[in-house]
């Protein structure tokens, strides 16, 4: 049973028929797919296979998919490289406060440059308000980005909506899909999004490998520029097996995801039924129902998160205090702070995110770990 | 039909022993390294044995290593980041004609943005003169970036003389030794370079992964922004097995030493020479001392690179037309025509590139292979020439 994790809105392993479909391209055909001799075709032809299998995930047109090293490349080439292509005629953009950090700090980038940026609010569940974001609009707004899911808490944004906003005005519209693809259906044309980022190692594919769709006629410039690859829009030698193991990740999520997400949203149900019944003011942060199957984010007045997952980690439980990827941050969490979360709270906030592997008794373990290490860290705090 | 593999510049099999290692990674460290719980330290505690690894091949502190998807990003990293933290007054940049796109096009970016570059010449061999770089360095110079050897010719810079250059004038330099690391010895001290370019699928080592070195105190921008990886210089979850592959496929460079070198650089004489035997017309081009062992760029006059190409590939052969990252495009290499090549002559020109892997025998029938098939070629251009002069 041991050990149990439950991180994988940080990190999932790569899934066995990814590593077999990967597997060929470190050897056999290891060609630079640029070149036009018989390894190289292979190595083209795998990569097109790819960009197949990632647009057909999100039902986009393969030529609108290009390939990154991984979520933040594709965040900050959107983001910069939209504003590059207005060079001076659009300086506003339209973001919210709980951005990952790599669209936070791709917009503070263009603030140094001169753009203005707006953060619309979002309420106690992390849920953006449309209305705010037409609000937001002005004439020299030239880019929105909004994330699909929040990688913390696991609110589903109303990205339809908003796209439908952006487009009625024009604006591109890009969203950090990070979170959802390959956890819940995204389609970019019934989101209306412009450029949506992906990155393999959410979905069970590898780590450094990712992508970026973007629809035709979006203004976008490069923002890796070398050998003329991906059209002349993304340089560098592809990653060949990784490109690969994100086009085999595509391919499981579309015959397997939406049955293994239900079986995965039965377990965290069942995660957070248990705490909140054995935990005295224990709360679930987040949307109640919005949010993505395989998260629970917990709060628990009295107790540091830090301890707590230190605590479970003892008894070969893995989960996260926030998100990993400001994890070494004593800072309390962007996101906590932003809902308007209770500071008690978020620092007794502890997130769960469950995968495809975990089992009902694993949960059942964790829950009594949970009550325990809680109870305990509640009593030593009373008599310290 | 036998595949002879004769492209390394553009790409290198990965070593068993890497895809080895990367795939123990995958399978026992499969955490996201900034994770504090087990999973996150044991990806953690692979990244920093792979980065020692590296700065020893590097001579550096590890401290000096930041990973990268590449040597694309690495270069793009290298001159946008400089850019980003230059004074205003200072925003000239000097480099040369035969960089490679990554570093080439990352500069004609800046002067859209009102940047001024210096594109330096080369001489007939590729060779910058290093009193061309002080000449060209003026009050206002930021950044000098030249690569330590050339992609589609193989000529060696003289990188020492020109970081003497810079370090006098107080211009840092950055170097692209993507051709250069694990073949050559590129020790930074020694070479006197404040950053330096390099990628891991060119050493055996896997795709997609790379690294800058950034001498201590040279602070640039990141480029990638939005996480504290890699000391806050390049966000993003880290490529672990790339990572861990990597410093695999440095560490077998090193353990093969001078010998991968001297062998390659046999098998290089050995097919200049035989083809040289068989085709008395064929040009060598690049320097004929200073150069990579492995690289031989030939031209073969009144013969076209595309179709010699297609046809050595139909019988086994894998060769490319200048950088392979441009092959694709029928344009005549930026290089060549730096080298004083007329366009004609340039897209008569091939390049071979040796590995470690190749062996006298496939030599032998390489050369047997291409001096037919150029003889074909050449009798057929005299026969479709159109009759000229009557
Ligand atoms: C919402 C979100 N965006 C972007 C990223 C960054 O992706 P990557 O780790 O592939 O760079 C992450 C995860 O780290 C994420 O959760
Ligand atoms: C000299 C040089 N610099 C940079 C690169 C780009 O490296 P990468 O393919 O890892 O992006 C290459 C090879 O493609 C190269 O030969």
């Given at each position: ?11 999932t ?6 590593l ?11 060609g ?14 795998a ?19 290009y ?6 490349e ?69 880019l ?8 913390e ?39 209306g999004?412009d450029m ?12 450094g ?7 035709r006629g979006?203004?976008l ?11 002349g ?27 293994e ?25 987040g ?10 984010h917990l ?10 997952v ?7 439980i ?16 962007h ?15 502890v997130?769960?995110?469950?995968g ?29 | 039909?036998?595949?002879i ?11 068993p022993?890497v ?11 499969w ?10 330290r044991?990806a ?23 990973f ?28 040369t004609?035969?960089?490679?796109h ?6 004609q ?8 570059v ?25 950044l000098v ?10 000529t060696l810079q003289?990188?020492r ?36 370019s ?37 966000a993003?979850t ?112 091939i390049r071979l590139?040796l ?6 025998e ?17 009798r ?7 009759v000229?002069?009557?």
């Amino acid at each position: 049973m041991l050990p149990v994790y439950l991180d994988h809105s940080a990190t999932t392993p790569v899934a066995p028929e990814v590593l077999e479909a990967m597997l060929p391209f470190f050897d056999r055909a290891f060609g630079n797919p640029s070149a036009i001799y018989a390894i190289g075709q292979e190595a083209r032809e795998a990569i097109e296979r790819a960009r197949e299998q990632v647009a057909h995930l999100v039902n986009a047109d393969a030529d609108d998919v290009y390939f990154t090293s991984g979520g933040t490349e594709s965040d900050n080439w959107a983001i910069k490289g939209v504003a590059r292509a207005w060079r001076d005629r659009k300086n506003h953009l339209i973001t919210t406060p709980i951005e990952h950090h790599a669209v936070l700090e791709a917009c503070s980038a263009l603030r140094e440059q001169g753009w203005e940026i707006t953060f619309v609010p979002v309420d106690s569940t992390g849920m953006v308000d449309p209305d705010e974001v037409r609000r937001a609009i002005t004439p020299r707004t030239g880019l929105i980005t909004i994330m699909h899911a929040n990688n913390e808490v696991g609110t589903i944004e109303p990205i339809a909506e908003i796209g439908a906003i952006a487009r009625e005005h024009g604006i591109p519209f890009h969203t950090d899909a990070v979170q959802t693809v390959g956890k819940i259906p995204v389609d970019v044309q019934a989101l209306g999004v412009d450029m949506l980022s992906i990155s393999a190692h959410k979905l069970y594919g590898p780590k450094g490998v990712g992508a970026l769709v973007v629809r035709r006629g979006t203004p976008l410039r490069p923002l890796l520029d070398g050998g003329g690859q991906e059209r002349g829009r993304r340089g560098g030698t592809y990653n060949v097996p990784g490109i690969v193991g994100l086009g085999a990740a595509a391919e499981r999520a579309m015959r397997c995801g939406v049955e293994e997400m239900e079986r995965v949203r039965a377990l965290r149900d069942r995660l957070v039924e248990g705490i909140l019944q054995a935990v005295p003011d224990a709360v679930l942060t987040g949307h109640p129902v919005n949010r993505l199957p395989n998260n629970a984010h917990l709060a628990f007045a009295g107790v540091e998160g830090e301890s707590l997952v230190l605590s479970l980690d003892a008894v070969g439980i893995y989960c996260s205090a926030g998100a990993a990827c400001s994890s070494g941050d004593t800072e309390p969490s962007h996101v906590l702070v932003a809902m308007g979360i209770d500071p008690h709270l978020i620092e007794g906030s502890v997130r769960f995110t469950l995968g495809k592997d975990n089992t009902p008794e694993q949960i059942e373990y964790t829950i009594q770990q949970v009550v325990r290490a809680v109870n305990k860290l509640r009593s030593l705090r009373v008599s310290g | 039909m036998r595949e002879i593999y004769l492209d390394h510049s553009a790409t290198t099999p990965i070593a068993p022993e890497v895809q080895t290692a990367m795939l123990e990674a995958m399978r026992e460290a499969w955490g996201n390294p900034s994770s504090m719980h087990l999973f996150g330290r044991r990806a953690r505690d692979l990244i920093d044995e792979s980065r020692v690894t590296i700065a020893r091949a590097l001579g550096c502190l590890d401290a000096e290593v930041f990973f990268t998807s590449g040597g694309t990003e690495s270069d793009n990293m290298a001159i946008f980041g400089a850019a980003r933290v230059a004074p205003a007054h200072r925003r000239h940049i000097v480099t040369t004609t035969i960089e490679h796109h990554a570093v080439l096009h990352a500069c004609q970016r800046l002067q859209e943005d009102g940047w001024e570059v210096t594109y330096l010449p080369v001489d007939p061999y590729g060779m910058v003169d290093p009193d061309d770089v002080r000449r060209a360095i003026r009050e206002d110079t930021w950044l000098v970036s030249v690569m330590h050897a050339n992609n589609e010719i193989g000529t060696l810079q003289p990188i020492r003389e020109i970081a003497q250059i810079c370090r006098e004038r107080g211009v840092w330099l950055h170097c692209d030794a993507v051709q250069t690391f694990g073949l050559l010895e590129v020790k930074v001290d020694e070479l006197g370079v404040d950053m330096l370019s390099v990628s891991a699928h060119k050493l055996y080592g896997p795709k997609g992964i790379g690294a800058l070195y950034l001498r201590g105190g040279v602070k640039i921008a990141p480029l990638l922004v939005g996480g504290a990886q890699e000391r806050e210089l390049r966000a993003g979850t880290e490529n672990v097995p790339g990572i861990v592959g990597f410093a695999r496929a440095v560490e077998l460079c090193e353990q093969l030493g001078h010998e991968q070198a001297r062998h390659i650089w046999y098998l290089r004489e050995r097919l200049r020479q035989q083809l040289q035997e068989c085709l008395p017309d064929m040009q060598v081009n690049g320097h004929p001392i200073q150069c990579l062992p492995g690289i031989l760029s030939v031209t073969f006059p009144g013969v076209s690179a595309e179709s010699l190409l297609i046809a050595l590939d139909q019988r086994g052969i894998a060769a490319s037309a200048g950088a392979a990252c441009s092959a694709g495009s029928i344009e005549p290499s930026h290089v060549l025509l730096a080298l004083g090549m007329d366009e004609s002559r340039a897209m008569s020109t091939i390049r071979l590139s040796l590995g470690r892997g190749n062996t006298p025998e496939e030599i032998d029938i390489a050369v047997e292979i291409i001096a037919e098939e150029v003889k074909r070629l050449q009798r057929r251009a005299v026969a479709s020439a159109p009759v000229q002069g009557i």
